[in-house]
């Protein structure tokens, strides 16, 4: 018994350390992307001036006297990912519950693999059918000159959040104790009282990570919101084109340089520390909750 553990412990070292330099190699990357963004991103903020880039209204990198006013942007992106949200989350939360406690083996069994499908399937390919499908059927129901717009931009990454959503959330179902359930049970409450009240409570902190990866599959997406939204920096509105600050990005930093260059590293800065932020909030809220 002795020899078992004494050759067990060298491979239990092993893997310790294994853990240990993947952990650390995640770290560094984080700080190397934080450092980068900060050093690359401040410059421009510097020279802009705090104020006149967060608030300003207008966006002009090539002009003449080229104005960098981001605001537009920062409204859009969190217009775009709060509605994205509200019509994600309670899709993708129900569809979870559905196939973690509702639905038989079989029917989960056919909706799963679509809905791993949809995680599948690339960016660019839900913005060809958003503009192809979306688009078209916009402007002609609310006949407008032009369907691209923030709405569409919503609808696209709604449906794109389902699957972090449901999976994260199925998973978080599924991992809650029976014991919760049966003691639910023989109390008297019925199936979905048990799942509403003791399931999903008991699951909350998956639930709230799945949402944190919604909302960060949202607010980072560009490829498709190009394709959708029109790339217009416009103040933000419903059925006017608008750009995202990952589009703002995305569409001119090949070939953008000098100041414009720069003003675009910051916007990315602006960009993480928004996701940065939610994460913040977010941990805080259940860190609470769980010592509450």
């Given at each position: 018994m002795n020899?078992?553990?004494?050759?067990?412990?060298?491979?239990?070292?092993?893997?310790?350390?294994?853990?240990?330099i993947c952990g650390f190699i995640a770290i560094v990357f984080v700080l190397f992307i934080s450092i980068y963004l900060i050093i690359s991103g401040i410059p421009a903020i510097r020279e802009i001036g705090l104020v006149d880039f967060?608030?300003?209204?207008?966006?002009?990198?090539?002009?003449?006297?080229?104005?960098f006013g981001i605001l537009p942007f920062i409204l859009t992106s969190v217009y775009g990912t709060c509605g994205a949200i509200i019509i994600g989350?309670?899709?993708?939360?129900?569809?979870?519950?559905?196939l973690a406690k509702v639905a038989s083996p079989r029917l989960a069994a056919v909706v799963r693999p679509a809905v791993?499908?949809?995680?599948?399937?690339?960016?660019?390919?839900?913005?060809?059918?958003?503009m192809m499908v979306l688009v078209p059927a916009v402007r002609e129901a609310f006949d407008l000159p032009d369907g691209a717009s923030l709405f569409c931009a919503i609808i696209v990454?709604?449906?794109?959040?389902?699957?972090?959503?449901?999976s994260v959330s199925e998973t978080a179902l599924k991992a809650v104790p029976p014991e919760y359930e049966e003691a639910s049970l023989a109390l008297g409450a019925t199936h979905?009282?048990?799942?509403?009240?003791?399931?999903?409570?008991?699951?909350?902190?998956?639930?709230?990570?799945?949402?944190?990866?919604?909302?960060?599959?949202?607010?980072g997406e560009a490829m498709a919101i190009i394709m959708v939204a029109g790339n217009v920096?416009?103040?933000?509105?419903?059925?006017?084109?608008?750009?995202?600050?990952?589009?703002?990005?995305?569409?001119?930093?090949?070939?953008?340089?000098?100041?414009?260059?720069?003003a675009l590293y910051s916007i990315a800065l602006v960009l993480f520390i928004f996701i940065m932020l939610i994460n913040i909030v977010l941990n805080t809220v259940l860190k609470r909750k769980e010592e509450g």
């Open positions: 020899a078992m553990k004494q050759k067990l412990r060298p491979m239990e070292l092993i893997m310790n350390l294994l853990f240990f967060l608030f300003g209204q207008e966006w002009a990198s090539t002009a003449a006297e080229p104005k989350v309670p899709v993708g939360f129900m569809t979870a519950v559905f791993d499908l949809l995680a599948g399937i690339p960016s660019v390919v839900y913005g060809l059918i958003g990454l709604a449906v794109m959040i389902l699957p972090s959503i449901i979905i009282e048990t799942v509403f009240r003791v399931s999903v409570p008991a699951a909350s902190s998956g639930i709230a990570a799945a949402v944190v990866l919604g909302i960060g599959r949202a607010i920096a416009n103040m933000p509105s419903l059925f006017s084109s608008v750009r995202f600050l990952t589009t703002a990005v995305a569409s001119e930093m090949a070939y953008a340089s000098g100041l414009q260059r720069q």
